[in-house]
């Protein structure tokens, strides 16, 4: 345990931020199953432009790496037109 007031607070928000994050990156992974298990190319499509959106979003905020984000667009897109 910290001994610092200034360690505890910042425990106490690190422990936010971690929630906040581990949220956000659940919900990236559950964006991403959901183009992945359309069949059909259209609610593909749609999902995908969700999905292309929160990565942008993410990486914006830090939460993935910005490559991460334009690696993960690049499979998806590869994915919908192979449809």
């Known amino acids: 345990m910290a001994n610092y007031k200034s360690a505890i607070r910042r425990i106490r928000s690190s422990e936010r931020s971690r929630k906040r994050n581990r949220q956000d990156r659940s919900m990236l992974k559950t964006a991403i199953k959901s183009v992945t298990s359309s069949s059909d190319k259209e609610a593909a499509l749609q999902n995908f432009n ?3 959106s929160l990565l942008d979003k993410l ?6 790496h910005r490559n991460k984000a334009a690696n993960q667009k690049a499979r998806l897109a ?6």
Request: proline residues 0%; hydrophobic residues 55%; aromatic residues 6%.
């Open 50 to 52: 969700k999905t292309q």
């Open 59 to 64: 990486a914006a905020k830090g939460i993935i």
């Open 78 to 83: 590869v994915f919908v037109n192979n449809l």
